[in-house]
């Protein structure tokens, strides 16, 4: 499903990436974690191609392309391989002047040409998915943040997308609303959507991810199923990122 080979990524002479490799297969959810300037959130972007890789190949779905610095992919085979997924940000990114119905059917009206139609008969169905099927004409700051990142995931799978890239989903909520949408993202996991999730929140990835992956200076130190690499870690970098997640100062 996604196939990452060597991918690197610089900002100037800060080198973000450093030569990563990473598959996910269809259907399978990986939980990448890590400490703050690991290289997480470049990583997710980079799939999605919000960041250009500096070298690498990178493949979604039957979609590949490869990437050299200093060299710009044709702007057709970029749009091809960002249709195949859906992203969900931190800060949500809806448009507070549309109302969320509207939010939902901008990306298929605009961008994939559906008729206005069709693209609210999906985007009904999709708020009826993430319990907001009353908030259809409700503007963004009518509603609380996890109600807007559940829009939010609404949007994203309006696409029909064939992974989902989460990128530290409810790290800007309030505690008591984390829940709410841990549980949708739980749902799509038992559906069988594919989906990448930067996240800290531990108990998820031991309940659903079916790989963790922990980043540390733009290398993957260890990755593997959650309970070895939870319980059993191989390294001792890891078991220090991991007791302070546990037992925080």
């Not at 191609?49 to 610095?69: A, K, Q």
């Not at 807007?148 to 989903?169: K, S, T, Y």
């Amino acid at each position: 499903m996604i196939e990452v080979k060597a991918i690197q990524k610089s900002f100037g002479e800060h080198h973000v990436l450093k030569g990563l490799d990473l598959t996910v297969k269809k259907g399978q959810v990986t939980v990448i974690i890590g400490p703050s300037g690991s290289g997480k959130t470049t990583l997710l972007r980079c799939m999605n191609l919000l960041e250009i890789p500096t070298n690498g190949t990178l493949r979604v779905g039957d979609i590949s392309l490869t990437f050299e610095e200093n060299v710009q992919p044709k702007p057709k085979d970029m749009l091809a391989l960002r249709r195949k997924s859906g992203m969900v940000f931190q800060s949500y990114n809806l448009f507070p002047h549309m109302t969320v119905l509207q939010n939902i059917m901008e990306g298929p009206v605009i961008v994939q040409k559906k008729a206005k139609e069709e693209a609210k008969t999906t985007a009904l169905q999709l708020l009826k998915k993430v319990g907001l099927a009353d908030k259809a004409d409700a503007y963004p700051d009518q509603l609380s943040g996890g109600q807007q990142q559940r829009v939010g995931i609404a949007r994203a799978m309006a696409v029909n997308p064939e992974v989902l890239l989460f990128d530290e989903p409810t790290s800007a909520l309030d505690p008591e609303l984390v829940g709410e949408v841990l549980k949708v993202m739980k749902e799509l996991a038992v559906e069988g959507m594919t989906m990448v999730v930067v996240t800290h929140e531990m108990k998820f990835a031991e309940e659903v991810a079916d790989k963790v992956v922990l980043l540390d200076q733009g290398k993957i130190l260890e990755q593997g199923e959650p309970s070895e690499l939870f319980n059993h870690p191989k390294h001792e970098r890891t078991r220090a990122f991991l007791s302070r997640l546990i037992n925080p100062i």
